[in-house]
C-alpha cells in the first residue's frame, strides 16, 4: 500500500499530536516498513528515521552508505555519516516538537506495537519530546482493508467454511470404511484441499483428538493418543488465504463427536463457550450501532466474564482473539485483557478473530469466528453461521 501523507497528516491532527517518528534499523520495525510502502525484501542495514509532522513537510534522516532508502518518501532529506551527526540530525528534525507519536507501549503494555529498542527512546526523550503509542496509527495505516483485500478475504472464508464439510466426510467416510482415522490423515486431507483450491497458511492445521483438543497450540500428531474413533471429540483450527499479495487470512475453529450421542459434559461446556463467544459478539455489533468506541479489552472481558461466572475462568487460558490480516495474526487490536490489555480502539474496516475456549484435561472447547467491521460500521460474521451446537459425525 503507497504511503498517504495527507492521510496521515489528517490523522496526526485529529490525535491531537505534532508528528510521527519512524525508526527502523536492520528489520526492527516492519510496523513502520508497511505503512511507508517497502516493499518485500530490500537491504536496509543502517539506521534510518522519517518524521512526519501534523503540518509541513516531512524529514528524511539516512546513513550515507544508503542515502536511497527513504528516497521514494515525500521530504527534504538530511544525510549522516557519524553517530554525533545521528543525533544532532534527530535534535535538528524535532526543533520544536514537543509530542510524537512511535512504535512503541508504555511498560511494553503492548509488545505487538512495542518495536522500537528503549535506547532510541532515550535519545528521542532527550530531545525533551513526550513520546506516545503509535498504536492506533500502526491499525489505521497498516491493519485496515482495502475493498480488494476485504474481497479476497470472504473468498478465503468461504473455502474454509467448506473445509469443514470435506473434513467431517472424510472422518465419517474412513471410521465406516476401517474403523477410524487420525489426526494427521485428516491434517492431510486440509492441506491438500488448500493446495486445489489456491490458498496458502503460515502453518498447517490444527487436528486434535480428546485430551489433545485441551492444547490451544497443540501440534497435530504429537499427542500419546492420535487416532480418531467412534465417540471420540475432535477440535479442528484451520486457517488459510488467497494466493495472492493482497490476501487476507480466515480463521476459523470448529468441533465434532463422532458418532450420534454429545457426552453432557461436553455439550455442557461447548454451550458456556458459545455464550462467552455470542457476548463478544453482541458486544462489538451493538457498539457500532450505537457508535461506541470499543476498545479490544472490552471485548475480552465480555467473552471471559461468561466463563468465568459459568465456573470455568481458570480453563480459559490465552485471549479472546485477535487482529487478522496478511498474516493470521495481523496488527490491529487483539480482544485481550489477560495477556495484555489492549487499549486500542476498534476501526472500521478491521478484522479479527473471537475465539474463547476452555481447556480441560479431557478434552478442550474453542468456538472460533472472524468478524469484520464493514466500512459502513456493520459488523459481520465471515465464513458461515457460528456454531451453534458440537457437531455430530453422522456415520
Not at 542495514?45 to 503540518?55: E, G, K, L, M, S
Not at 522500537?116 to 519530546?129: P, Y
Not at 500502526?138 to 469443514?164: K, N, P
Request: hydrophobic share 40%.
Amino acid at each position: 500500500m503507497a504511503f498517504d501523507l495527507a492521510a496521515v497528516q489528517s490523522a496526526l491532527i485529529e490525535a491531537g499530536l505534532d508528528g510521527w517518528l519512524m525508526y527502523d534499523f536492520r528489520g526492527i520495525n516492519p510496523l513502520a516498513g508497511r505503512v511507508l510502502g517497502f516493499g518485500e525484501g530490500g537491504h536496509r542495514t543502517r539506521r534510518w528515521f522519517y518524521f512526519v509532522p501534523a503540518w509541513g513537510e516531512p524529514q528524511k534522516l539516512v546513513h550515507r552508505i544508503e542515502s536511497g532508502t527513504l528516497d521514494h518518501l515525500p521530504g527534504r532529506k538530511t544525510v549522516y555519516l557519524r553517530w554525533q551527526e545521528l543525533e544532532a540530525g534527530i535534535d535538528a528534525m524535532l526543533a520544536g516538537v514537543k509530542r510524537v507519536a512511535m512504535e512503541y507501549s508504555p511498560r511494553n503494555a503492548n509488545p505487538y506495537v512495542s518495536r522500537v529498542d528503549a535506547g532510541t527512546i532515550e535519545l528521542v526523550r532527550n530531545c525533551r519530546i513526550e513520546i506516545v503509542s503509535s498504536g492506533d496509527l500502526i491499525q489505521r495505516f497498516e491493519a485496515t482493508l482495502s475493498d480488494r483485500q476485504i474481497d479476497l478475504h470472504h473468498e478465503a472464508a468461504a473455502l474454509t467454511d467448506a473445509a469443514y464439510g470435506i473434513v467431517w466426510e472424510f472422518i465419517a467416510k474412513e471410521v465406516r470404511r476401517s474403523g477410524g482415522t487420525d489426526e494427521a490423515a485428516v491434517r492431510d486431507v486440509i492441506v491438500e484441499y488448500f493446495r486445489a483450491n489456491r490458498l496458502v497458511t503460515d502453518h498447517s492445521p490444527i487436528v486434535g483428538v480428546g485430551p489433545n483438543s485441551g492444547d490451544p497450540h497443540y501440534e497435530t500428531g504429537m499427542g500419546r493418543e492420535t487416532a480418531i474413533r467412534p465417540g471420540d471429540f475432535v477440535l479442528v483450527d484451520l486457517w488459510a488465504k488467497c494466493d495472492d499479495p493482497d490476501g487476507v487470512y480466515s480463521d476459523l475453529t470448529r468441533v465434532a463427536i463422532v458418532g450420534d450421542a454429545v457426552p453432557g459434559k461436553v455439550s455442557e461446556v461447548f454451550g458456556v463457550v458459545a455464550a462467552a463467544r455470542d457476548a463478544a459478539m453482541d458486544l462489538v455489533r451493538r457498539g457500532f450501532e450505537r457508535g461506541d468506541v470499543i476498545f479490544g479489552w472490552q471485548v475480552d472481558r465480555a467473552a471471559r466474564d461468561v466463563i468465568e461466572k459459568a465456573g470455568y475462568g481458570e480453563f480459559f487460558v490465552h485471549r479472546t482473539g485477535h487482529s487478522i490480516g496478511r498474516e493470521t495474526h495481523g496488527n490491529g487490536t487483539h480482544m485481550d485483557d489477560l495477556e495484555t490489555h489492549d487499549d486500542r480502539r476498534l476501526m472500521r474496516r478491521t478484522l479479527f478473530s473471537i475465539e474463547p475456549g476452555i481447556y480441560l484435561p479431557e478434552f478442550g472447547v474453542r468456538s472460533e469466528v472472524d468478524m469484520l467491521i464493514e466500512a459502513d460500521g456493520v459488523a459481520c460474521v465471515t465464513g458461515g453461521d457460528p456454531q451453534r451446537e458440537v457437531h455430530r459425525i453422522a456415520l
